[in-house]
């Protein structure tokens, strides 16, 4: 039977203890899964890059055609009554049914070709533009549904360019380096049916590319059916109505103010996900594997009640170093929190009320990868939560495991608290052991808050470990492997290589014969917002120069090289990673 998304959306669900209570009869929730002997994982710091480039942000289509777009054609909702859904908001969480942040909610809305402009571009290229706007809103996600791009199109969702009183400027485009530009691209590969990431103020522009040779229906390749009109900041934490700048009570304790879990906080991050035609806010934190060597895969753990289809994953926005940069400083905006957009779901279950992610938005530099224990955790340990109350910036909550006859059921442990709570949006964050700072259960639900500094429970992850261990061994990897020096470079042939994957902490490197006078290329296709991969190409192993490389910021690389000898020559090239952690890619080799 379906669960009330309002009583299983985002936040820290609130539950009568009677019903608590009662959880361990409840024949719906598998039983528990038989567990296996303790397994542990240290925590890790994802590799420091000795230098890295800072490439240009890639520009919109209509930047990089050069034309100016003046007046686009628009549509516009009207305002909502913000003032009336905070009061639903509130009354909703007093009632006790449910204690989220709610900070979006949906509306309708229908985009044809028609509503926008095309284009018409020399050699035969188009370019369709349309902008979609809601009064008052602080922010908007759309959601494209039918999307069937044809091969070498591409949709560009972003912000437009606004004046800046403040600044006594006027923005008549945006720098290639403006640390503030946020455009996402989808391509052939995207959809069918997805959500953009935020577009921060009340309109969204929509440019879709067509190019040269490339056959154009006058109808778009995709549906705008819906969008999340955002009436709170889910970081800034700043409404039109009612809501002040702070939303977090003043008992909270500021993680910045506890360097001694300053890696820890690396680790936590708050994501936005839309359900139920809302948008909520949760906090998770990414999960190291157990293997010899770190690889950095982007698990990431949070609450089943948080989310638990892959439509929800897909939604998922992770905000990043949502924290102060000195103890009792002020918290970044939101413009300036790194983002990371959609996710793809490995496994939940509400009996432990887990979800396990890997994220497939390109990371941050800086973050560290939390460790774990699925060993049974004594009562009367110390033990530590970092979480963002009611979507707040980055808290930190002390308190110890205690006898667990409130929770209900053998998956949950119970955790009372010495100094600070949580609240709703602190839901899915981890509870570590002060004595290794080890992950062992993650927040499912109770009564605690500022005046009330009591208990909560969290879902066990002795319990949820054997349905993910198999995961957490390692991530998973391609069958070039190994290939990941010169040395053992893969020998390919002309042909495709399909959904190879490059790490952070394993390059993959090719190798091929090139006869003399002809020309070897190399392209590789992928998806630049999951990551930026570059290539590079050398004569041997022992050349200490690259022959040729190829750099952009786009979603491919084509590199080509010519054998000027007389002889056959064998060439090596490594794909490697310039930013994130993971990344998958398809390459086509050719010699001409």
């Known amino acids: 039977m379906a669960r009330d998304p ?12 009677c019903f608590a209570t009662a959880l361990a009869g409840v024949p719906a929730w598998a039983q528990e899964p038989e567990l296996d002997a303790p397994a542990e994982a240290e925590g890790a710091a994802a590799p420091v890059r000795a230098f890295k480039e800072v490439k240009p942000v890639r520009p919109t289509p209509s930047e990089e055609l050069g034309i100016d777009l003046v007046r686009v054609p628009q549509i516009r909702l009207d305002a909502l009554d913000v003032d009336r859904i905070l009061q639903q908001d509130e009354m909703e969480r007093r009632q006790g049914r449910v204690k989220v942040l709610h900070y979006g909610i949906g509306r309708e809305v229908r985009l044809s070709a028609g509503d926008g402009h095309w284009y018409d571009l020399a050699g035969g290229a188009r370019l369709w533009v349309g902008e979609v706007a ?16 044809p091969a070498g199109a591409e949709i560009a969702v972003y912000a437009p360019a606004e004046s800046d009183p403040a600044r006594g400027v006027v923005k008549s485009g945006w720098s290639r380096f403006d640390p503030e530009r946020s455009v996402e691209f989808y391509t052939a590969g995207a959809g069918p049916d997805l959500w953009t990431g935020t577009v921060s103020g009340d309109r969204a522009r929509i440019e879709y590319f067509v190019p040269a040779g490339v056959a154009a229906s006058e109808e778009l390749p995709f549906r705008l059916d819906n969008l999340q009109h955002l009436y709170l900041d889910p970081v800034a934490q700043t409404a039109k109505s009612l809501v002040g700048t702070k939303m977090a009570g003043n008992c909270h304790n500021d993680v910045t103010c506890h360097p001694e879990w300053a890696d820890i906080a690396k680790a936590v991050s708050g994501i936005g996900i839309v359900s139920g035609g809302r948008s909520g806010f949760c906090t998770g934190q990414l999960l190291n594997v157990n293997a010899k060597k770190p690889d950095f895969t982007p698990y990431f753990l949070t609450a089943n009640h948080c989310l638990d289809s892959g439509g929800e994953a897909q939604s998922t926005e992770f905000y990043w170093f949502y924290q102060t940069p000195a103890c009792g400083g002020t918290p970044p905006s939101f413009n300036s929190v790194p983002r990371s957009s959609g996710a793809t779901l490995l496994s939940t279950s509400p009996q432990s009320d887990f979800t396990l992610l890997m994220v497939e938005g390109a990371l941050p530099d800086g973050l560290f990868w939390s460790g774990w224990t699925s060993a049974q955790v004594a009562n009367g340990t110390p033990a530590t939560a970092i979480h963002h109350p009611s979507a707040d910036f980055k808290r930190i909550s002390f308190g110890e495991k205690t006898e667990n006859s409130i929770c209900g059921s053998n998956s949950l442990l119970r955790i009372d608290w010495t100094d600070a709570p949580t609240e709703p949006g602190s839901s899915g964050s981890g509870i570590f052991r002060n004595s290794d700072k080890k992950l062992f259960g993650q927040l499912f639900f109770g009564e605690s808050r500022c005046g009330l500094e009591t208990w909560d429970c969290y879902g066990a992850f002795a319990s949820t470990f054997p349905r993910i261990k198999n995961l957490l061994r390692g991530g998973s990897d391609d069958k070039s492997e190994q290939n990941d020096a010169c040395n053992r470079a893969r020998a390919v042939k002309q042909g495709t290589l399909a959904n190879r994957i490059v790490k952070v902490t394993d390059s993959d ?3 091929i014969g090139v006869p003399p006078g002809k020309t070897v290329k190399v392209t590789l296709d ?3 917002s999951r990551g930026d991969i570059d290539v590079s190409l050398k004569n041997s192993c022992k050349a200490r120069n690259v022959a040729v490389a190829a750099d952009s910021a786009t979603d491919g690389e084509v590199l080509t090289f010519k054998n000027q000898g007389r002889k056959a020559a064998m060439v090596f090239w490594q794909v490697f990673l310039a930013s994130d952690t993971r990344n998958n890619y398809n390459m086509t080799v050719t010699i001409q």
């Open 6 to 17: 309002r009583q299983r959306f985002l936040g820290r669900i609130v539950l009568p203890l």
């Open 526 to 528: 992928f998806d630049h």
């Open 134 to 149: 809601a009064t008052d809103a602080l922010g908007l996600r759309l959601h494209l549904s039918d999307v069937r791009l």
């Open 509 to 511: 490197w090719y190798k």
